[in-house]
């Protein structure tokens, strides 16, 4: 798999796995800036027509 050109680096494709669940990757440098890291717990809110991905505060 070859690099993104820089203007599509922050596009993804949604994947779908055996079970049915989807899943989409998050740009490495993004989750970087945001201290993300492995295994650690998001929510995800529906605003209109768009996803919020945040910081799971258990």
Known sequence: ???RK?????VRN???N???TYSISLPKALV???RW????QV???KAG???IIVDWKG
């Open 1 to 3: 798999m070859g690099a």
């Open 6 to 10: 820089s203007s599509q680096q922050n």
């Open 14 to 16: 949604i994947t779908q």
């Open 18 to 20: 055996s079970s049915g």
């Open 32 to 34: 970087k800036q945001l």
């Open 37 to 40: 890291q492995k295994n650690q």
């Open 43 to 45: 929510t995800v809110k």
């Open 49 to 51: 027509e768009q996803l």
